[in-house]
């Protein structure tokens, strides 16, 4: 239908043709643009790309092209990438301006043309006639296509006072600092985030046979050592990548889904579940073996400290994306505070990386913590493992090497809790998001599962009503939650059950 309305439109006397030729082309170029990044958004991240809060990505995403091939080709990526733009917007501009010219020389068949277009898209249109059942004869897809663009960029200008009013909106705002979280008092509290720990690691058919029996060890390994778990699903705001948004939901009790609303969180002054434990008491610590640079955002949450890829003392190799081997982390965590003699109760988050997309080289994990040392143990694995250039050159490799990065983070994980944890911990951790579609598979949920692993029976006990099942491995019909309901459902099972009403 667009195609009718174009050459009417470019029936206009020669200089409004021009503009409008320029216009008409400048719009079909940013739509094949915008298509593109689709494309690529649904790849990766499973959802459109989004025109107006989108574009900070794109300097996270030239940091992993960085880190996974090399300076050489990030750069020569964003060549390719501005010529293609250029290339796009000066194609359809051009052919724009022909057709124009083309139009203005045979006015009588245009106007022909165009009326036959018209009535054959009403007439197809009304018959609802396809190619092959699926595909519609009269197409309208492109102005549907830019009027939800443009209705979806409004939609997130409008969003900003939305969220001010739910940032408002909080039942235990005012809650005095002593009853909060009384159930953990003494307690070292440790969030744990496994990056891409989807649903599709625990359920998906090509997947669940690796990882499951591994969550299923890990449980009875952790009953031998005094400890129980329960587990359930939590929907995550974000897919494929975004971590911060997921830490962001987790923290606030809000549902942070977009850069925007983040934005305005960590300018908030909002309760983060960090800020509630600092409040009654504990030291606060961030330990982010994926940040590499300062992150102002910290003092939002309330931590006392924040440990990064630059302060955790190490010395061997990248890990494609990661900094630093999860099994590296978790002993280092030890040193900079877990095992500290005389120390105060500890909350703790913590992202774990080494499952991080593109999923190569992966780390092995070594039996013998002691021989971790500085990292540079690591140095051969990093050599010899295999390269994100040539398991992403045969797709179908994907999904299982996935697989093995969540054997790996979990594996090194429940040997920490068993080898060094002791009667005061108690353990949440959890998935961020979901992996990319190529291996959490078409039509994945945005649902991850999260674990609570502690020998203090009364700590699972407070959970009973949440009606998560025992061990690491949720079922299929365990309660799912969003993942912004976590907070309040927390601070109501560890502090007086009458603080939310």
């Given at each position: 239908?667009?195609?009718?309305?174009?050459?009417?439109?470019?029936?206009v006397p020669?200089?409004?043709?021009?503009?409008?030729?320029?216009?008409?082309?400048?719009?079909?170029?940013?739509?094949?643009?915008?298509?593109?990044?689709?494309?690529?958004?649904?790849?990766?991240?499973?959802?459109?790309?989004?025109?107006?809060?989108?574009?900070?990505?794109?300097?996270?995403?030239?940091?992993?092209?960085?880190?996974?091939?090399?300076r050489?080709?990030?750069?020569?990526?964003?060549?390719?990438?501005?010529?293609?733009?250029?290339?796009?917007?000066?194609?359809?501009?051009?052919?724009?301006?022909?057709?124009?010219?083309?139009?203005?020389?045979?006015r009588?068949?245009?106007?022909?043309?165009a009326?036959?277009?018209a009535v054959a898209?009403?007439?197809?249109?009304?018959?609802?006639?396809?190619?092959?059942g699926t595909?519609?004869?009269?197409?309208?897809?492109?102005?549907?296509y830019?009027?939800?663009?443009?209705?979806?960029?409004?939609?997130?200008?409008?969003?900003?006072?939305k969220?001010?009013?739910?940032?408002?909106?909080?039942?235990?705002?005012?809650?005095p600092?002593?009853?909060?979280?009384?159930?953990?008092k003494g307690?070292?509290?440790i969030?744990?985030?496994?990056?891409?720990?989807?649903?599709?690691?625990?359920?998906?058919?090509?997947?669940?046979?690796?990882?499951?029996?591994?969550?299923?060890?890990?449980?009875?390994?952790?009953?031998a050592?005094?400890f129980?778990?329960?587990?359930?699903?939590?929907?995550?705001?974000?897919?494929?990548?975004g971590?911060w948004?997921?830490?962001?939901?987790?923290?606030?009790g809000?549902?942070?889904?977009?850069?925007?609303?983040?934005?305005?969180?960590?300018?908030?002054?909002?309760?983060?579940?960090?800020?509630?434990?600092?409040?009654?008491?504990?030291?606060?610590?961030?330990?982010?073996?994926?940040?590499?640079?300062?992150?102002?955002?910290?003092?939002?949450?309330?931590?006392?400290?924040?440990?990064?890829?630059r302060?955790?003392?190490?010395?061997g190799?990248?890990?494609?994306?990661?900094?630093?081997?999860?099994?590296?982390?978790?002993k280092?965590?030890?040193?900079?505070?877990?095992k500290?003699?005389?120390?105060?109760p500890?909350?703790?988050?913590?992202?774990?990386?080494?499952?991080?997309?593109?999923?190569?080289?992966?780390?092995?994990?070594?039996?013998?913590?002691?021989?971790?040392?500085?990292?540079?143990?690591?140095?051969?694995?990093a050599?010899?493992?295999?390269?994100p250039?040539?398991?992403?050159?045969?797709?179908?490799?994907?999904?299982?090497?996935?697989?093995?990065?969540?054997?790996?983070?979990?594996?090194?994980?429940?040997?920490?809790?068993?080898?060094?944890?002791?009667?005061n911990?108690?353990?949440?951790?959890?998935?961020?998001?979901?992996?990319?579609?190529?291996?959490?598979?078409?039509?994945?949920?945005h649902?991850?599962?999260i674990?609570?692993?502690?020998k203090?029976r009364?700590?699972?006990?407070?959970?009973?009503?949440w009606?998560w099942?025992?061990?690491?491995?949720?079922?299929?019909?365990?309660p799912?939650?969003?993942?912004?309901?976590?907070?309040d459902?927390?601070?109501?099972?560890?502090?007086p059950?009458?603080?939310a009403?």
């Amino acid at each position: 239908m667009e195609g009718a309305f174009l050459i009417a439109l470019l029936l206009v006397p020669a200089r409004a043709r021009r503009v409008a030729g320029i216009v008409v082309g400048v719009l079909l170029g940013w739509l094949v643009i915008e298509k593109c990044l689709d494309m690529g958004f649904f790849s990766e991240l499973n959802r459109p790309f989004d025109p107006v809060l989108d574009w900070v990505l794109f300097d996270d995403a030239y940091s992993f092209v960085v880190d996974s091939y090399g300076r050489v080709a990030a750069i020569g990526a964003v060549a390719a990438i501005l010529l293609l733009v250029a290339g796009i917007m000066a194609l359809t501009t051009w052919a724009t301006l022909r057709i124009g010219r083309l139009v203005s020389n045979r006015r009588r068949r245009s106007l022909y043309a165009a009326g036959g277009l018209a009535v054959a898209w009403a007439a197809t249109f009304a018959l609802g006639a396809s190619f092959t059942g699926t595909v519609p004869i009269a197409a309208r897809s492109t102005a549907t296509y830019a009027w939800d663009r443009a209705h979806q960029a409004k939609a997130g200008f409008a969003d900003s006072a939305k969220f001010a009013e739910e940032v408002k909106n909080d039942a235990f705002a005012n809650v005095p600092a002593d009853q909060m979280l009384t159930a953990l008092k003494g307690k070292d509290v440790i969030f744990t985030f496994v990056e891409s720990y989807g649903r599709s690691a625990v359920e998906h058919p090509a997947l669940a046979p690796l990882v499951d029996p591994v969550l299923d060890a890990g449980t009875r390994q952790l009953a031998a050592a005094g400890f129980g778990s329960e587990s359930g699903w939590l929907t995550s705001p974000t897919f494929g990548g975004g971590s911060w948004l997921a830490h962001s939901t987790f923290e606030s009790g809000l549902w942070i889904n977009n850069e925007q609303r983040y934005r305005n969180l960590v300018s908030s002054n909002r309760l983060t579940l960090t800020r509630a434990f600092k409040n009654a008491g504990a030291r606060t610590v961030s330990v982010m073996p994926g940040a590499t640079r300062a992150w102002p955002e910290g003092k939002f949450y309330g931590y006392d400290a924040v440990w990064d890829s630059r302060n955790l003392g190490y010395q061997g190799p990248k890990f494609s994306w990661a900094p630093m081997p999860d099994q590296y982390t978790l002993k280092q965590l030890n040193t900079i505070e877990y095992k500290k003699p005389g120390r105060e109760p500890l909350m703790v988050e913590m992202p774990l990386v080494s499952s991080h997309t593109p999923w190569a080289p992966i780390p092995t994990y070594l039996d013998d913590w002691d021989q971790i040392g500085d990292g540079s143990v690591y140095a051969s694995m990093a050599e010899n493992g295999k390269k994100p250039k040539a398991l992403w050159a045969n797709p179908r490799d994907v999904r299982p090497e996935y697989g093995k990065s969540i054997v790996y983070s979990v594996t090194s994980l429940v040997n920490w809790v068993t080898r060094y944890g002791d009667d005061n911990l108690v353990l949440v951790f959890l998935g961020d998001h979901q992996p990319s579609p190529i291996a959490s598979g078409a039509g994945a949920s945005h649902d991850v599962p999260i674990s609570i692993v502690t020998k203090d029976r009364s700590v699972l006990e407070r959970i009973t009503d949440w009606q998560w099942v025992d061990g690491l491995r949720p079922q299929g019909d365990t309660p799912v939650w969003p993942m912004n309901a976590f907070r309040d459902r927390f601070f109501t099972a560890f502090g007086p059950k009458a603080a939310a009403s």
